[in-house]
């Protein structure tokens, strides 16, 4: 099986009794009230799904991930994975201090200890990262809404798991988990879907064309924190259920959900999704069609070009697809690639069409979206 990034899966899970023992310990340490989008790199730090991160970044690790694209030690990383605190906390605590990080229920999640403590240009980060400064960039607006004020540090333990809302809790399979499975399964090339949307034709086509070179596939939905205009990640999950037992071959697909949030940071992204999908234990994974991308920031396929320069040192390797579509002369599914028609015959909405439509309660067209998974979204636009 494929080596996890870096040779070791990370393990930040305590035992019962360490956690009891936290528990107590907890209520006597500086406290900081993170965000969703924070409590959700604890979790993936602590099961493994950020190795070879043992915790928060440091200034170092962050400056080099942002002007090299790797870690200080020569390890391929692209997006920071950064803790960002209120000033006066900042002030107020210690290298070397613990600290507990409480989600906004209020519920502690996990202990870090401070290894540093930092400010950023994040512009600089911005530009870097998500090749803009402007905040109507979801992931622009996410980091400068924080301030520039962080602490790194190596996560001693993860003490709760973030809150789960409107997905049952068996999707929720960590790393080990994941690996464990396909292990059992026999797959020896094991292809990953990241999505943040529902599954659409051309998704289903482009999962498809994938399975007949691959021994299965893993649809690994993000469910950790989005912009507020992506259909929330419940629904979603009723489609891909709906989709899956419908049209395709349940002996090869696994469903499961990555509990990280969502970056919007395009090409960058695109080798962030890969490294944690290679830590879940995928061969392969399907870089189409501006992935990770929003509004126009990146080009249609910079992402597939951007992880083509990094390609020896992924360990995991991309399937790149071109955009697909249905076309009515061919009467299937195709791609540029495949399909010697025009753009006149072909049928492909923007997901801003789509939404439109649902909120009208109107169905796309079946050459779209499947019927089934088309009443989903028609139910969930005309309620909200």
């Known amino acids: 099986m494929i080596a996890p990034h870096g040779g070791e899966l990370i393990n930040k899970l305590p035992t019962p009794e360490e956690r009891e023992e936290l528990l107590k310990k907890v209520e006597s340490l500086p406290k900081i009230v993170a965000g969703n989008r924070y409590v959700g790199h604890c979790e993936m730090i602590a099961i493994g799904g950020y190795s070879p991160l043992e915790g928060f970044m440091t200034k170092e690790e962050v400056e080099s991930v942002i002007k090299d694209v790797h870690l200080p030690n020569g390890l391929l990383w692209s997006i920071p994975i ?3 605190v209120p000033e006066n906390f900042w002030k107020s605590v210690k290298l070397g201090d613990e600290i507990a990080i409480y989600d906004v229920h209020n519920r502690p999640i996990a202990v870090v200890i401070v290894d540093d403590k930092y400010t950023l240009d994040l512009d600089f980060y ?26 790194g540090g190596e996560i001693v333990r993860l003490l709760n798991r973030p809150v789960r809302e409107g997905i049952e809790e068996h999707y929720y399979q960590d790393p080990a988990v994941v690996r464990k499975i396909i292990e059992n399964k026999d797959w020896k090339n094991v292809v990953a879907f990241q999505t943040r949307n529902p599954i659409h034709r051309a998704h289903e086509y482009i ?3 994938a ?6 596939a893993l649809i690994h939905p993000l469910v950790g924190e989005t912009k507020k205009d992506d259909i929330p990640a419940p629904v979603r999950m009723q489609c891909y259920e709906v989709l899956i037992e419908n049209y395709f071959n349940k002996s090869r697909v696994h469903l499961s959900v990555l509990p990280a949030p969502m970056h919007y940071a395009g090409p960058r992204e695109a080798v962030h999704h890969m490294l944690m999908r290679k830590n879940y234990g995928c061969t392969h994974m399907i870089i189409g069609r501006d992935h ?3 509004g126009d920031y990146y080009g249609t396929y910079e992402a597939q070009e951007f992880v083509e320069q990094f390609v020896d040192e992924l360990g995991i390797k991309p399937l790149k697809f071109e955009h697909a579509f249905y076309c009515v002369k061919c009467e299937n599914m195709a791609t540029a690639k495949t399909c010697p028609h025009g753009k006149e015959d072909h ?10 439509m649902l909120r009208e309660g109107r169905k796309p067209p079946k050459q779209f979206s499947r019927p089934e998974v088309a009443e989903i979204l028609i139910k969930w636009a005309t309620k909200a």
């Open 82 to 84: 950064v803790l960002p």
């Open 126 to 151: 911005c530009q870097n990262v998500f090749k803009t400064t402007d905040e109507n960039h979801p992931g622009v607006a996410f980091i400068k809404s924080a301030g520039d004020k962080f602490i």
């Open 207 to 209: 999962i498809k064309c």
């Open 211 to 216: 399975l007949e070179t691959m021994d299965g």
């Open 292 to 294: 990770a991308g929003v």
């Open 347 to 356: 049928i492909h909405l923007s997901g801003t069409k789509v939404r439109a």
